[in-house]
């Protein structure tokens, strides 16, 4: 055989080829592609859908108010009051509701919402900016007797109304605004503010509540928050001028912590106005005006059976003290008798009380009943050391009621309710404790036993807003051991877990 030339291998090498294999495509991986995208697409449609129709009818059904407080639902007490409506009530925001421009908007928005979820259709929530509907304003208030605005909202039912500005449904840290200039709400008042009002416009009969004026009457919040909160609505008056009579509608003339006596005139007018089956609340303490003498306020409280005299309570059993290095500051108690026949709470906050007393030459058809009343260990100090012969230690009234029985029914005959201590009815004192304390409950109890009030209402308690501030900061070392592990710990724990997971993969 012959040789082959090594030109003729190489030839015969060149043209043998080598057959590579065909791969042949799996049509399930592509199909599994397509299967995979349609899913995802079907997957996000199917939320949507189902995302609008819960949102379109089931989206506050499956609100959950997760705040601390509960900001954003109202109350027990709230939704009680609103089943028992039996007229519609508007709120109306003067506002776009998606208007960010609202301050503190997170706090109303979800709250007026559960308004309406929970009052059976008798709560109507609407928003209407001014700008976009001019003509609202005039709807409202076609006098402009309230001066609406943009960015507030309104409470009505029929023709009554209420304006409420957002900025006082808050109380505020003084101490910030004090040192920074800046307004940082510390307590919410929005359910208790909105409840008040709607109490107030759905009643079938306003009643009116007058302050009188022009004797240092001091600011009055919190006696109007309760005064609303029963359908009262108040106003303020000065006998003197062109003002010569007390309104012929008042159901309750209200005398608060008066700096200066009243005159001649108003004393004539007040007693008038008790003959004709007036009511009046006179609250005189004994702090900032120890030194100022009332004989034309004392002939009003005299003419009902009662006096007020120039001395300072003094309580002397520890037990009742809320210092014991304060002895005019402390708790007072239900007088035992009086305890029998009423549902007031036992024990009440009082401070710098003035020492009253019942008038001794008071008339037969006069009764003083004790309300509230001292320890049996108490005394009276007076400010020129001078003790009355009918002074010793014993049990003192720091409230009092006074009515004529000659006149009228039990609950139409002349009243007068004395009390000597601001605890009751001061905004110095609801700043610090709360409108549904016990000092509160005593002033809405007793106003429903002598006004023509149609039921006892409610007070909604306020809601502390929830501060995110450290009260104890951390320590320069403990600061350090925190940074030390945020920024080198962690990282490199990941990292290791990193690695050791690659290490182990990279096998597979």
Not at 81 to 90: A, G, N, Q, T
Not at 137 to 145: A, S, T, Y
Not at 357 to 373: H, I, R
Request: aromatic fraction near 10%.
């Amino acid at each position: 055989m012959a040789k082959k030339t090594a030109r003729e291998s190489i030839l015969q090498e060149k043209t043998v080829k080598t057959m590579k294999p065909k791969v042949k495509l799996d049509q399930r991986f592509k199909s599994l592609k397509n299967i995979s995208i349609i899913s995802v697409v079907l997957v996000i449609a199917i939320a949507i859908v189902f995302n609008l129709i819960v949102d379109m009818t089931l989206d506050k059904p499956l609100t959950f108010d997760t705040s601390s407080v509960k900001s954003n639902s109202v109350s027990s007490m709230t939704v009680d009051y609103l089943k028992s409506l039996d007229r519609e009530v508007e709120i109306i925001g003067l506002f776009n509701k998606n208007d960010t421009n609202m301050n503190l908007r997170e706090y109303f928005i979800p709250l007026l919402d559960d308004y309406e979820a929970k009052g059976d259709g008798k709560i109507v929530l609407k928003y209407i900016d001014p700008e976009e509907d001019p003509f609202i304003l005039d709807e409202l208030d076609p006098n402009n007797f309230y001066h609406l605005q943009k960015y507030i909202y309104v409470v009505r039912c029929g023709e009554r109304l209420i304006p409420i500005d957002p900025a006082s449904c808050f109380e505020y840290d003084a101490d910030m605004y004090s040192y920074y200039g800046a307004w940082v709400p510390v307590t919410n008042l929005i359910e208790h503010t909105f409840t008040g009002d709607i109490v107030y416009v759905s009643s079938s009969r306003p009643l009116n509540a007058y302050y009188l004026g022009g004797h240092g009457l001091p600011a009055h919040h919190s006696m109007d928050t309760i005064l609303k909160s029963m359908g009262f609505s108040t106003s303020e008056i000065t006998l003197s001028g062109s003002t010569t009579s007390i309104p012929d509608d008042c159901e309750l003339l209200m005398i608060l912590q008066p700096q200066t006596d009243i005159t001649l005139i108003e004393k004539e007018l007040i007693k008038s106005y008790l003959d004709n089956m007036g009511k009046v609340l006179i609250v005189n303490d004994y702090d900032q005006n120890k030194k100022v003498s009332y004989p034309n306020l004392n002939e009003v409280t005299r003419y009902m059976g009662a006096t007020m005299e120039q001395g300072l309570l003094h309580e002397n059993d520890v037990t009742y003290l809320t210092n014991v290095d304060d002895p005019y500051t402390s708790i007072a108690v239900t007088e035992e008798n009086y305890a029998q026949n009423s549902f007031l709470p036992e024990s009440f906050n009082v401070e710098k009380c003035r020492y009253i007393k019942v008038f001794l030459d008071k008339a037969d058809n006069l009764k003083v009943t004790d309300l509230v009343v001292t320890s049996k260990s108490a005394s009276v100090d007076f400010e020129d050391s001078e003790i009355g012969s009918d002074v010793t230690s014993g049990m003192y009234p720091v409230a009092m009621l006074c009515q004529n029985t000659a006149l009228g029914t039990q609950s139409e005959r002349p009243s007068l309710l004395l009390i000597g201590t601001k605890s009751f009815t001061s905004d110095d004192y609801y700043g610090v404790q709360t409108l549904d304390d016990n000092n509160a409950q005593f002033i809405r109890r007793m106003l429903v036993s002598i006004c023509p009030v149609e039921a006892d209402n409610i007070i909604v308690p306020k809601k502390t807003i929830p501060s995110y501030i450290l009260e104890k900061p951390l320590s320069a070392s403990s600061a350090t051991a925190w940074a030390t592990i945020v920024m080198t710990i962690f990282p490199l724990g990941s990292l290791i877990c990193g690695i050791y997971i690659y290490r182990r993969r990279r096998h597979l």
